[in-house]
């Protein structure tokens, strides 16, 4: 058990994650932030993970020492908690709450073990999700307000899931399949998730 005794600096911890919703979180500029150590951050965020009021999506690596160095983001349960202004970071966060519930029902009623990453390489290029089951990608996914830019599907290609990678967005009510992609509507993909 975590004994709290700073609420003021968790409370601005909160604020601080609730503004980095959807990039890859520093303990140590967290904790310079706040004010308190890098290993505070850490028992802090376990123990708001523990009490849901945030979960972690883990780079995805086919190592588990690459996976330790790199760095988690943190999304929220309660999507209200980012605030308005960061639009798109609400609309990553939906979309996070939404695989995640996803994975839980395959694992609660079908016994599949399933987790949620992200994909990130050295050059930069990210993947918003990989929805891995089983120890198996199955599924890429990037988030978009609306369909603009390439999204980084390409970079990943080895990554290889066993379905088309899809771009959700929000604000386009259209959909594409491209030659190795599909472009969804966020609303109406998502409602068909078993959950």
């Given at each position: 058990?975590?004994?709290?005794?700073?609420?003021?600096?968790?409370?601005?911890?909160?604020?601080?994650?609730?503004?980095?919703?959807?990039s890859p979180i520093s303990y140590q500029s967290l904790a310079e932030d706040v004010g308190v150590s890098a290993p505070t951050i850490k028992r802090w965020i376990t123990t708001l993970e523990s009490i849901f009021v945030i979960f972690t999506v883990q780079p995805w690596t086919r190592r588990i020492k690459g996976s330790l160095l790199k760095q988690p983001k943190v999304y929220f349960f309660?999507?209200?908690?980012?605030?308005?202004?960061?639009?798109?970071?609400?609309?990553?966060?939906?979309?996070?709450?939404?695989?995640?519930k996803h994975q839980q029902f395959l694992e609660d009623t079908r016994g599949i073990k399933g987790s949620v990453h992200y994909l990130r390489n050295k050059q930069g290029k990210e993947v918003d999700f990989l929805v891995v089951?089983?120890?198996?990608?199955?599924?890429?996914?990037?988030?978009?307000?609306?369909?603009?830019?390439?999204?980084?599907?390409?970079?990943?290609?080895?990554?290889?899931?066993?379905?088309?990678?899809?771009?959700?967005?929000?604000?386009?009510g259209r959909e594409l399949s491209h030659k190795t992609w599909d472009l969804k509507n966020a609303a109406a993909w998502l409602a068909k998730l078993d959950a």
């Open positions: 058990m975590v004994v709290i005794q700073d609420i003021k600096s968790l409370e601005y911890l909160v604020d601080r994650l609730a503004a980095q919703v959807g309660d999507t209200a908690r980012i605030p308005e202004s960061l639009e798109s970071a609400r609309f990553e966060n939906l979309v996070a709450c939404s695989l995640l089951e089983k120890n198996i990608p199955t599924l890429m996914v990037e988030c978009k307000l609306s369909a603009s830019d390439d999204p980084n599907f390409g970079a990943f290609s080895s990554v290889n899931p066993r379905n088309r990678p899809v771009l959700l967005t929000r604000n386009d």
